[in-house]
Structure formats: structure tokens, C-alpha cells
């Protein structure tokens, strides 16, 4: 078993739609975890990041983190043809061990005008 | 400006043909990091460095070597590249007490052949 699973899409939706990005984990040391979106011949610039458990809000994106269920999610409200990118989930440990980031291999989202 | 580069940007060499690709940071972070992103296995981290001399594997080391002799400076060395190696590279930097907040360079497609 993958230590983050994420589906790599490709996810499709029209303007305005929301969207919602998943991953689960296996690793219960996990404390960090991060959103990166990565534009076509870009290097992944950081989203947002929660620390434990708990919803975190920024503009139209609501990262969501269930330690209970291993699992995350990334929404995007009013989705615009500018979100088109792939979204990375990224996850890392606490202390020593939040210098290894482990990512899943990223959601391919397109934004239809 | 704020930023992480990387030379060369696209690569072509032969198998055993020792090559650095270099990278550099303007934004005085303590950690910097290498990856690899591959299609289907997505990004996965090759070494990182804590601070200067200090550096450690991460998952997928074999084949390379870093060296962290300046505080900007993170060059990633390929002794003998082989083919199994033909990838996106990325190198990425934070501050120590952030390192889930990693700013990325834009990213290196070597190609051995």
C-alpha cells in the first residue's frame, strides 16, 4: 500500500463548479499536510497547509483534514479557468521528520469556460 | 525577487557521463531539498539538507550525491547517470522552522540516453 494515494483524474468540470480534490494516507505520523498546485512546465507553488486536524479556509479553497479516516480534501468554490492546474497533496511528520515530504501524485483539473 | 533557480533547465547526455545540476536559493532558508517527479510515481524527494553540511536521503537516493558547502547552494551530482535517471528535476527551499511551506525551483528534464 502506497503511503498517499491520490486519483490522478483527470477531473474535468465547467466554470463555477465546485471541486473537490481527495487523498488518504496510511501513515498515522503524519501531522502535516499541504496543498501544492503546479502549473503545465512549473515547479508546485504551496496552496495551504493544516496543521493536525481541522478545516482550513483561504478565498474559494477549504482544505479539510479527517485523522480519524487517514484522509484529506482540497474544495475549490466558483471554480475559474485559471484553476486549471494539477493539485498535489503533500504530507510530512512532526519534528525530525518534517523534512521528508511524501506527495501523491496529483489531480489533473481542468476548468471548462 | 524571491527565487529558486536552476541550470541547466533541459538536459541531454550519455550514460556515464558525470554531470551537476546546480541550484540556488536568494531567500536565506535554512533547508533545501531535490526531487524527482516521474509520470505516474508523481514527485518524490531525493536528498535534503538541514543546513549547511548537513544533508540526508530521502526516498530515492541511490545514483546521486549533494553536497550543501554554501547556504544557498544545493547542486545535485549524477556520477554515472543511466537512463532509469531521464526525469523532471526540481529542487526546492524553505525555512527550517516552515518546511512544509517549500518554494520550487522550475525545474530541470533530464534525458539520458
Known sequence: QKEVEQDPGPLSVPEGAIVSLNC???NSAFQYFMWYRQYSRKGPELLMYTYSS???EDGR????VDKSSKYISLFIR???PSDSATYLC???ASGAGSYQLTFGKGTKLSVIP | EAQVTQNPRYLITVTGKKLTVTCSQNMNHEYMSWYRQDPGLGLRQIYYSMNVEVTDKGDVPEGYKVSR???RNFPLILESPSPNQTSLYFCASSLSLQ??????GPGT?????
Open chain 1, 90 to 92: 503533500a504530507m510530512s
Open chain 2, 69 to 71: 558547502k554554501e547556504k
Open chain 1, 24 to 26: 488518504t494516507y496510511s
Open chain 1, 54 to 56: 481541522g478545516n482550513k
Open chain 2, 99 to 104: 518546511p512544509y511551506e517549500q518554494y520550487f
Open chain 1, 78 to 80: 466558483d471554480s475559474q
Open chain 1, 61 to 64: 479553497f477549504t482544505a479539510q
Open chain 2, 109 to 113: 528534464r533530464l534525458t539520458v540516453t
